[in-house]
């Protein structure tokens, strides 16, 4: 079992930045990739950007590409997502996840930080 704790987030104004942090624990796994998602209301819950762990590669979706940035501690099986020039249009609840199984797919989910961005 792993789990993940998440940190960060709140209320901020458009074009303000807010750090989210993730971190992941438990008994003997390994970190594939781990990732953001974030579900706004009355929308489905969509892929934010993503990190592969052994290579530290990033790869982010376009709808907040160029805006935010992926980054980890690889001891401390933490990752961070800065988000800069936030927009109303991205209040969610942001989600990160952790791939341990070598099959492409996030098996554990954390337990979600709500972001508020108001104009």
């Known amino acids: 079992q792993v789990q993940l704790v998440q940190s960060g987030g709140g209320s901020v104004r458009a074009g303000d930045s807010a750090r989210l942090s993730c971190a992941a624990s438990?008994?003997?796994?390994?970190?594939?990739?781990m990732g953001w998602f974030r579900e706004a209301p009355g929308k489905d819950r969509e892929f934010v950007g993503g990190i592969a762990w052994p290579e530290g590669v990033t790869h982010y979706d376009q709808s907040m590409k160029g805006r935010c940035t992926i980054s980890r501690d690889k001891a401390a099986n933490t990752i961070y997502l800065q988000m800069n020039s936030l927009k109303p249009e991205d209040t969610a609840v942001y989600y990160c996840?952790?791939?341990?199984?070598?099959?492409?797919?996030?098996?554990?989910w954390g337990q979600g930080t709500q972001v508020t961005v108001s104009s």
């Open positions: 438990g008994r003997a796994f390994t970190i594939y990739q």
């Open positions: 996840a952790i791939e341990t199984t070598n099959d492409y797919l996030y098996d554990y």
